[in-house]
Nanobody
Framework: VQLQASGGGLVQAGDSLTLSCTAS????????TGWFRQAPGKEREFVSG????????YYAASVKGRFTVSRDNAKNTVYLQMSSLKPEDTAVYYC???????????????????WGQGTLVTVSS
């Protein structure tokens, strides 16, 4: 599976932005998609995840209520809608695929088999 993340950019605090993660390759497989982010000088952290069916989602406490994850399997794409952005949301955002689990979200990065290249989100104050 190849993942392509896009949609990052420079926004102001309070703005909204939507990231996309498009998969190609073994798209017939059922997999969980996770979003992670890494800010300068910090470790990569889990942001959100969505099961293959889209029934279950999970959010880190820092983004819950502000971010919404969704997927359109017909387009092989997962979206991360981000609103009320804060300067502390500034990071490179990565999407990743957990090929071992289709309906159970794991929050640790080692569980994910394939990663997108990352897209930079910068939130100015």
């Amino acid at each position: 599976v190849q993942l392509q993340a896009s949609g990052g950019g420079l926004v102001q605090a309070g703005d909204s932005l939507t990231l996309s993660c498009t998969a190609s390759g073994r798209t017939g497989s059922r997999f969980v998609t996770g979003w992670f982010r890494q800010a300068p000088g910090k470790e990569r952290e889990f942001v959100s995840g969505i099961t293959w069916s889209g029934i279950s989602t999970y959010y880190a406490a820092s983004v819950k209520g502000r971010f919404t994850v969704s997927r359109d399997n017909a387009k092989n794409t997962v979206y991360l809608q981000m609103s009320s952005l804060k300067p502390e949301d500034t990071a490179v955002y990565y999407c990743a695929a957990d090929m071992s689990r289709g309906e159970y979200i794991v929050r640790t990065s080692v569980a994910y088999d394939y990663w997108g290249q990352g897209t930079l989100v910068t939130v100015s104050s």
